[in-house]
């Protein structure tokens, strides 16, 4: 699809008419009916804007004519995975993984290697392939490639660790030490919890990046822990398998 038509689709699917979608972006009617006619293009700002509006990247309001991969793990990027800067603005250079409002989630290398390969081996990699591809891969990322200018010196990793104590200062019977906490999409992880009412609720964002991990269950349990936490709360729960009937076991406010 062309520009033209990308605009014109976006608005029809949000329900707009031209003059609402000029008051959203402070530009006039006609503005927009020159754009949906394929006469003239958006400027920057205006693209900036319309990103925001339709919660698309300005990669795809051009029609995508790049293809976007996460300037630190190498990830491909659609829409829904890209990440976000601190005003909610999508940062298309980083997935949702490796950045969450504003703040890179890896520091580490060797940590990002360890999940990747991780990733590559429900693939069908073999470790020694999976390793091979990463380590060749990582040092030709932009994130990388400027590390030094990136990094926030151990302020991540410090909250991390925070994040680990008070997990495992929760003493959940059964439940193995939190050796680690891994940055989590919402939409992967928002499970549905069922109450005494019958009713079912979720606690979760799906935009949102979370910190958790997953760890075994008791030996011949068919369940396992889930834990996740935030600036604001910790969670502890048990699944099955594919994340099937989950169980709340903690929700507490840090």
Same mark, same amino acid.
């Given at each position: 699809m062309k520009t033209h038509e990308v605009i014109l689709a976006l608005r029809n699917k949000a329900g707009l008419s031209q003059e609402e979608l000029a008051q959203k972006i402070f530009v006039t009617r006609q503005a927009v009916s020159r754009w949906e006619q394929g006469e003239t293009v958006p400027n920057t700002e205006t693209l900036k804007r319309l990103s925001q509006v339709f919660d698309v990247s300005i990669n795809t309001?051009? /029609?995508?004519?790049?293809?976007?991969?996460?300037?630190? %793990? /190498?990830?491909?990027?659609e829409d829904p995975l890209i990440g976000r800067n601190k005003?909610?603005?999508?940062?298309?250079? $980083?997935?949702k993984w490796c $950045?969450?409002?504003?703040?890179?989630? $890896?520091s580490n290398k060797e940590e990002l290697l360890a999940v990747c390969v991780g990733e590559l081996r429900k693939q069908g990699f073999s470790e020694q392939q999976a390793r091979e591809y990463?380590?060749?891969?990582?040092p030709t990322l932009a994130y990388w490639r400027r590390h030094?200018?990136? %990094?926030?010196? /151990?302020g991540l990793?410090?909250? &991390?660790?925070?994040?680990?104590?008070?997990?495992?200062?929760l003493s959940i019977e059964g439940m193995p030490n939190v050796e680690a906490v891994h940055p989590l999409v919402g939409s992967y992880v928002n499970l549905a919890y069922g109450l005494p009412s019958g009713e079912r609720v979720k606690f979760l964002d799906d935009d949102k990046t979370y910190w958790g991990n997953q760890l075994p269950g008791a030996?011949?349990?068919?369940? %396992?822990?889930?834990?996740?936490?935030? &600036?604001?709360?910790l969670l502890v729960c048990t699944y099955e398998e594919g994340g099937k009937n989950p169980e709340l076991l903690v929700y507490r406010k840090r």
């Open positions: 309001l051009l /029609g995508s004519p790049r293809k976007l991969i996460c300037q630190c %793990c /190498g990830m491909p990027l005003d909610g603005s999508l940062n298309e250079d $980083y997935c $950045y969450a409002d504003g703040i890179f989630t $890896y990463m380590e060749e891969k990582l030094e200018e990136f %990094c926030d010196g /151990g990793a410090a909250f &991390k660790d925070r994040l680990v104590e008070e997990l495992n200062g030996a011949g349990s068919s369940r %396992c822990f889930g834990v996740l936490a935030d &600036k604001e709360f």
